[in-house]
């Protein structure tokens, strides 16, 4: 205030002024389908950031421990295993928060189909069973493929790339339409997963017998042959 040569006082002025000493506060969501307590698909991380008076300047972010990158948009992971997101924002008057971390895990949902190398055989005829495993969101599953039909277990076969192959014998399975089943046991951050049954056809194996009536016959003679 002031005062002038006469004595008067002028009126007290004031400006009220905010003095921003609490760091923002960030909070984490996680969006995927939980399979118990993972993810078997992709998962999306949004970051939300408020501060009670100057203002989120801006969130960053580190993935599995890598680099500090600023958040502009919610995170897809697909990457299958352990993952680790940890967080923090700063405001306009430089406070920052202190770090935060969410974790989760992703397995691969997997399916399981079956095809033949030959989908009809003559009994007696060796083939092949073909079981394909895929994994999603990612990943190429590791493992086995235990092959059946309703008589029991065909055999077990060991995951290639994320194809198994069993060698079946010609007299395994009995003639008939055979209905056979394939079973991926699973593996660390691969689900579990079977086959819808595969018709498999095995024909009889014939023979066919030529036989003459009269025999033995001479020239001239009339012949019948069966």
């Known amino acids: ?6 004595g008067n006082f002028s009126s007290e002025p004031y400006e009220w002024v905010d003095i921003d000493g609490t760091a923002p506060v960030t909070s984490a969501s996680l969006a995927g389908t939980l399979h118990g307590t ?5 998962v999306k991380v949004t970051l939300s950031a408020t501060d009670n008076l100057s203002g989120v300047l801006a969130t960053y972010y580190q993935l599995d ?10 995170l897809n992971v697909t990457g299958l295993g352990n993952h680790t997101v940890s967080y923090y924002s700063v405001d306009y008057a430089g406070n920052t928060e ?4 969410v974790s989760f895990s992703i397995i691969g949902f997997t399916t399981t189909t079956v095809s033949s190398s030959a989908n009809t055989v003559v009994y007696g005829k060796g083939f092949r ?8 969101p990612s990943g190429t ?6 092959f059946t039909w309703s008589g029991g277990t065909l055999g077990t076969a060991t995951l290639i790339g994320n194809v198994a192959t069993l060698a079946v014998g010609g007299n395994v399975l009995p003639p008939g339409h055979i209905i056979c089943d394939a079973t991926y046991n699973g593996a660390t951050n691969f689900l579990k997963s079977s086959s819808s049954g595969f018709n498999q056809t095995i ?3 014939t023979t066919s017998v030529l036989t003459s009536s009269p025999n033995p ?10």
């Open 98 to 101: 202190t770090k935060k971390s």
């Open 38 to 42: 993972q993810y078997d698909t992709a």
């Open 217 to 226: 016959s001479y020239f001239g003679q009339n012949v019948t042959f069966t």
């Open 203 to 205: 024909t009889e194996n």
């Open 129 to 136: 069973f073909f079981a394909t495993v895929t994994s999603s």
């Open 65 to 74: 421990g890598g680099g500090n990158t600023a958040y502009s948009a919610p």
């Open 1 to 6: 205030f002031t005062e002038d040569v006469a």
């Open 141 to 146: 599953p590791t493992g086995t493929v235990t």
